[in-house]
């Protein structure tokens, strides 16, 4: 279903963090529920959800997007750096070496 919003519209970004360890995963999943709240103050976010893949120590974010524009903007805007839960989480990513990916995807 995609609740009344054109199929051509909608985006959705699914980041994918590899981690290393236990703690690593732990800390990263925990600062990824942190920071999904502040999404809701940027234009076009429609949704989103923390998942963790079962017997790894992976976290995957998906975020629902109106459009692509929308996900462009919300990551390109200067306000993630007054966000402590985003600055703690990019630390923690670059301390740690987790690998991340980021996919945008688009319906079809």
Same mark, same amino acid.
């Given at each position: $279903?995609?609740?009344?919003?054109?199929?051509?519209?909608?985006?959705?970004? %699914?980041?994918?963090?590899?981690?290393?360890?236990?703690?690593?995963?732990?800390?990263?999943?925990?600062?990824?529920?942190?920071? %999904?709240?502040?999404?809701?103050? $940027?234009?076009?976010?429609?949704?989103?959800?923390?998942?963790?893949?079962?017997?790894?120590?992976?976290?995957?974010?998906?975020?629902?997007?109106?459009?692509?524009?929308?996900? *462009?903007?919300? $990551?390109?805007?200067?306000?993630?750096?007054?966000?402590?839960?985003?600055?703690?989480?990019?630390?923690?990513?670059?301390?740690?070496?987790?690998? $991340?990916?980021? *996919?945008?995807?688009?319906?079809?």
């Amino acid at each position: $279903m995609n609740d009344g919003i054109p199929q051509d519209t909608r985006c959705t970004v %699914l980041v994918t963090l590899d981690c290393p360890s236990r703690a690593s995963f732990e800390a990263v999943a925990r600062l990824a529920l942190k920071n %999904l709240p502040h999404f809701w103050s $940027m234009p076009g976010f429609l949704g989103g959800e923390i998942y963790v893949a079962t017997g790894t120590w992976r976290v995957i974010t998906r975020l629902d997007w109106q459009t692509v524009e929308d996900h *462009e903007r919300c $990551m390109s805007d200067p306000a993630w750096s007054d966000v402590p839960e985003s600055i703690e989480f990019q630390d923690r990513v670059d301390a740690d070496d987790v690998r $991340m990916s980021i *996919e945008v995807l688009s319906r079809v």
